[in-house]
């Protein structure tokens, strides 16, 4: 076999075997395929596209090409959760000990984040003491004990696609369902998952900016899952602007616990219901998806759930008491008022803007080994569709600079207000099972 006849053929716009597959991923993670031909290829595919049978095999092949999670020795069914992102995400941080607490085993490997703001275990730690350096054993033991445990990103897991991913993004070739659909899942997969829910951003904060791409990217992974025997299902939901009111970590951590405490955002509050749901009916701890809602419903209402957090917060070395006394959170040294200049209706707030901002006070990273500061960030008052009165303060900015303008400027920019009324957006558009 010849990687330049593979090439042609793709280029062709013709159907790769699977034996052709593997040998481009193996030939590619040995370091036998050289750079330019596998660029060549990923372009092959972004203009041509592939099949379902194709994106199964380059998903396995990819998992193949690494160390996979064994997590057969935790009871029950292992459902794992991925969301393609946006600002103000902080979903896994109250959708993980809410569906533990209704029984689902959560055994998270999580990362950090490049981007706005941190990733989870950036967030989670900004709780004082809490860490995810523990072994696979005590990983397992924790999970089956606590129902949940997180840890960061662990072994050589999908190899192939690192090499891939990082070639994709020098080449133009990042945004191509086929190559971003087997990227995603071939890491759920390595990472031990009995089953998937995705939840696919739509909207200017997301990496995929329309309805129609969103939908394209979910029913190619859902197939993905089918293909590969693992139930999978996908929601899109809406990052037209961030979710919830807080961006930054400690704050984001802050709103996750109001939330499990019942006291949370209407948006964070109800995807996190709806793809909790999904879990517990996936892992099979409820026989409908009325019951599951049902059950974490309760979950909060009773307090489980925010127990169950923080047994997983002290379980990590982490002080729960910060549930009770949020003082104990990192906390930045300056806070300012954005007020708004005119009166009006909230029209649009560009999720991906703000999310800029957050990042130039320092809350996430612009390379991979930038600090990040914990304490600060945004809390926006208002959302699409509300209304402001004028000199009424929309965000409050937490800060550990005094000077700010860029952000302020930004803020303003990306915020509109108008006379116009507005109607507040879709947060969710469609479950593809
Ligand atoms: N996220 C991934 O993990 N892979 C992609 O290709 C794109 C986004």
């Not at 998992?63 to 997590?71: A, N």
């Amino acid at each position: 076999m010849r990687m330049v006849d593979l090439i042609e053929k793709k280029r062709d716009g013709k159907a790769l075997t699977k034996k052709e597959i593997r040998y481009i991923i193996e030939g590619y993670t040995a370091g036998e395929i050289p750079d330019y031909q596998m660029s060549a290829f990923a372009m092959a595919v972004f203009f041509r596209g592939m099949t379902e049978e194709e994106m199964a095999e380059l998903t396995m092949a990819m998992v193949d090409s690494g160390e996979k999670i064994d997590l057969s020795e935790i009871k029950g069914i292992k459902v794992d959760k991925h969301s393609t992102g946006g600002v103000g995400d902080k979903t896994t941080l109250v959708l993980a000990p809410l569906v533990a607490s209704a029984g689902v085993p959560v055994a998270k490997m999580s990362g950090r984040g490049l981007g706005h703001t941190g990733g989870t275990i950036d967030k989670l730690e900004s709780i004082p003491g809490f860490h995810v350096e523990i072994d696979n054993r005590q990983f397992v033991h924790l999970v089956n004990q606590n129902k949940i445990a997180v840890v960061g990103q662990t072994g050589n897991l999908t190899p192939a696609d690192k090499k891939l991913y990082a070639l994709r993004d020098v080449t133009a070739t990042v945004n191509s369902i086929p190559l971003i659909a087997s990227s995603i899942m071939s890491k759920k997969i390595a990472a031990g998952a009995d089953a998937i829910v995705l939840d696919v951003k739509t909207g200017s904060g997301a990496f995929m900016k329309n309805i129609e791409e969103s939908k394209k990217l979910a029913k190619a992974m859902v197939k993905i899952g089918e293909n590969v025997g693992k139930k999978t299902i996908a929601v899109i939901s809406d990052m037209s602007q961030p979710l919830g009111f807080a961006i930054g970590n400690a704050l984001e951590v802050q709103e996750a616990i109001d939330t499990l405490k019942g006291e949370g955002p209407e948006d964070l509050t109800e995807l996190c219901l709806t793809l909790g749901s999904y879990m517990v009916y996936m892992a099979e701890k409820a026989d409908s998806l009325e019951k599951a809602r049902k059950l974490l419903e309760q979950s909060i209402a009773s307090g489980k759930a925010l127990e169950t957090f923080k047994t997983f917060v002290s379980a990590q070395g982490g002080d729960a008491s910060i549930v009770d006394d949020p003082s104990k959170l990192p906390h930045s040294s300056y806070t300012f008022e954005l007020k708004a200049k005119e009166e009006g209706y909230v029209n649009e707030i560009a999720a991906d803007a703000v999310g800029t901002a957050a990042m130039w006070l320092g809350a996430g990273r612009a390379t991979k080994d930038a600090a990040i500061d914990l304490a600060v960030g945004l809390i926006l008052h208002k959302k699409i569709g509300d209304y402001v009165k004028k000199g009424e303060t929309f965000v409050t900015i937490y800060s550990n600079q005094q000077d700010i303008e860029k952000v302020k400027q930004t803020l303003y920019y990306s915020i509109k207000i108008s006379k116009n009324k507005t109607k507040k957006p879709v947060l969710i558009y469609e479950t593809i099972t």
